[in-house]
Structures are given as C-alpha cells and as structure tokens.
C-alpha cells in the first residue's frame, strides 16, 4: 500500500510538471492507472483469517489502483507528452552516405578502420606536432560539402602512398581532423572553413591550401615543402610561412 501510494504520488508530481508545458498533454492521464485485480485465492485466505471481515481501501473505496507494466495498454511516451522515440524516427529518415559525382559512395565510417591519413584529436596533437618529419593536416567535415571533403582525402591518400613508397627518404605523416567534432584544435590552427591542407614542419605551419588539388599537384607541394623540389606554379609566396 505504501509502495503505491509513492508511485502514485510520484506519478501525479509528473503530471503536474508535464501540464505546466501543456495544459492538454495529459487530457486522458487517468487512463494510466487502472483497477489492479487481485488474487482470489489470497483474497479467500485473507477473508478466513480476519473473521470474514472484508478490508477496504479508505482512499479509492475498495478498489486496489495499480500500474500494469507488462499491459499492452500501456501509454507509449508520445502518448503521454514525451515525444517521438528517437528510434522511430530514423526509422522513417535513415542516415545514408552521400554519394559522390563520381558514383563512389562516401563511408566516413569505414575510413576510421582502413585510412592512410589517421584521425586524430586534440589530446594526441602534441604527439604528432612536435616531431621533426614531416606532417600533413586535413582539417574537414563529413557532412558539409561532403563530396568536396571526401574527394580532397582521397586525393591527399594518394599523394602520400607515393611517398610511402619511394622508400628513398623520411615518408611524410599524414593526419585529420573534423572541424565540427574538435572546434578548440581547428580555431587553434585558424580554420574556418573547410576542407584546408596544412603543411606543418616541428610544429611550424609552413603552408595552407585551400584549393582543391590533385594527387599529381599534392606530390609536387610535398616535395617541395619537405625535399627540396622546384616550387609548383600555383603556389602563392605570399601565403608561405617562413620554411626556416
């Protein structure tokens, strides 16, 4: 009796808050608590023991009030003023990869598993920075501009598998970051918009592209920020961090 006077009690503290939102949400609430029915056989047994003397409750005139869990009358949280359940929801507007002009389906979530540029966030930073060799930034998103983010990786891949594989200097390494996700580290990098190459030497920013640029172009710039190579045409000097 005690355990459904809370309940109830709790239950009505609910209710209020929910009709100080909206006043009509709970128009049908008294339908939530039902008449429980009680076991017979222990009803009898109660009977015999007390005399044939029939209990009554002094709050609801004999009935037991009670919540059925398991009923399949069970209000659903809409029904009651807490809205759509989120899996019915992407039930009916399901995420799917966008698919580039070129037909490729995009899969961010694959390229965490099988990448060449590694994702990264702001606590293993320093780790990659401060290191002498050579690094590489894409600060990107995955979901504005996706196809123009998406082709920039896969170009920038390709570009740094032809290094990997030369095998005749110190490779470049090569990272990610999603502006949206680690927004400290890309405000630190003075990023605001996407997707952007950083070309970064012992944590030194060297050079910053905002272009989109091909694998073919992407090897050029590396050889020449990292190996001494001819600069490429399409490199402005006035956008060149000191390379000293």
């Known amino acids: 009796m005690k355990v459904e006077d809370f309940i109830r009690d709790r239950l009505q503290t609910t209710f209020d808050a929910i009709r100080e939102q909206n006043v009509d949400a709970l128009g049908n609430h008294k339908d ?72 490729v389906e995009i899969d961010w979530e694959g390229e965490i598993d099988d990448n060449w540029v590694q994702e990264i ?53 090569a990272v990610k970051i999603d502006i949206n996700i680690e927004k400290d580290l890309a405000y630190a990098l003075k990023v605001r918009e996407c997707p952007q190459i950083l070309f970064l030497r012992g944590n030194k920013m060297v050079y910053r592209e905002k272009e989109l640029r091909t694998a073919d172009e992407l090897v050029q710039m590396i050889a020449f920020f990292y190996y001494n190579a001819k600069k490429p045409a399409w490199i402005d000097d006035k956008a060149l961090f000191s390379r000293s």
């Open 32 to 103: 939530i608590m039902k008449d429980g029915v009680r076991d017979k056989s222990k009803s009898k047994e109660s009977d015999d023991d007390d005399g044939g003397e029939e209990e009554e409750d002094e709050n609801d005139g004999g009935k037991e009030v009670v919540i059925e869990e398991e009923s399949e009358s069970w209000p659903l949280d809409s029904d009651v003023g807490w809205g759509v359940r989120a899996s019915e929801y992407f039930e009916k507007h399901p995420i799917k990869n966008v698919v580039g002009e070129d037909g």
């Open 121 to 173: 966030n702001c606590l293993e930073w320093e780790s990659f920075a401060f290191h002498p060799s050579p690094l590489i930034v894409l600060v990107f998103e995955r979901y504005n501009r996706a196809a123009d983010n998406w082709k920039n990786l896969k170009e920038l891949e390709k570009a740094v598998k032809v290094f990997w594989r030369a095998k005749d200097h110190l490779p470049p390494r």
